[in-house]
């Protein structure tokens, strides 16, 4: 059978994953994580792998090259792994922003700095870190370095063991997003925002964003931190839901956005996208305030259409076109 490259990775990484979740008595995802490892090591770095294993597993390992492969190749053919993994472990906090949606939001950070050739990038809930390598790989014609944080470890490794597959910079922290970071300011931020109530409220306590009674929008929190962790000037980028700005701590976050940001748009997502109309999301674009700069004078406000429908989506793009020339250019 003739593979494609990302299949015949996909089969590679799959095969070596199911080896060693038999041989460390592990979940297929942590199996996944130290195959990501091996692959990149070129050899068998398990000790507790039996011989006979270990002559399969290093047979794969020794005639993989990445230079073989693009990095778009790597990222894709590991996240159909992942997937696979999370489809047999499912959990709500592992989930996969879609690459529909990353390529967007890719094109979005391309058009907002389309003047800058170096940029640092923070993804607060980095996850399998599969947004922030879409960006990076879309991203080819610009120096990025990266940081990535979550306080799942599983996720975390998986992030680490792609991160190095696709030669990427990134430094990554295994922790609660919400305590203190101790990170340089970024030029950008992006994330996949997290909905829900972060359940301390003792640390929610710090954030102007928490509830006055109650756990607080998780959500919201993290765009606090964010806009915290990045460069004055610096864009930030959320996936948030359709409803944010409709919630009861909604006056609140609209207060925040407007003390310390400039709301440059939002790009609702197609509903195609989505099981149903209430989980439909979209993309919020602020800016940090910077002595000198304004808020444009309209905001960017569009509805993506599905992305089949070629003549709708080349009317947007036209309208997003036009806004940037107006306001940015």
Known sequence: MNFTPIEDLFENFNKTAQILQEELSCTYLDALGETGENF???????????????????????????????????????????????????????????DAVGMFVSYLIGKFTHNKQELSIIDPAVGTGNLLFTIMNYLSGKKISGYGVDIDETLIRLAYSSANLQEHFVQFFTQDSLEPLFIDPADIAVSDLPVGYYPNDVRAADYELAAESGHSY?????????????????????????GIFLSEEAPKLNAYLKQYTHIQGMVQLPLSMFKSEAAAKSILIIQKKKEGIQAPKNALLVNLPKLSDAPATKSVMGKIDDWFQQEKY
């Not at 998780?218 to 359709?242: C, M, R, T, W």
């Open 218 to 242: 998780s959500h919201h929190l993290f765009i606090e931190q964010s806009v915290k962790h990045v460069k004055d000037g610096a864009y930030l980028f959320f996936i948030v839901p359709n």
């Open 40 to 98: 990149f090591h070129g050899q068998v770095i398990q000790e507790e792998v039996s011989e006979l294993s270990r002559k399969r597993l290093s047979k794969i390992y020794h005639s993989f090259s990445g230079q073989n492969y693009s990095k778009e190749e790597i990222r894709k053919a590991y996240q159909l792994a992942i997937l696979k993994g999370m489809q047999e472990n499912i959990q709500p906090n592992h989930q996969m922003t879609p």
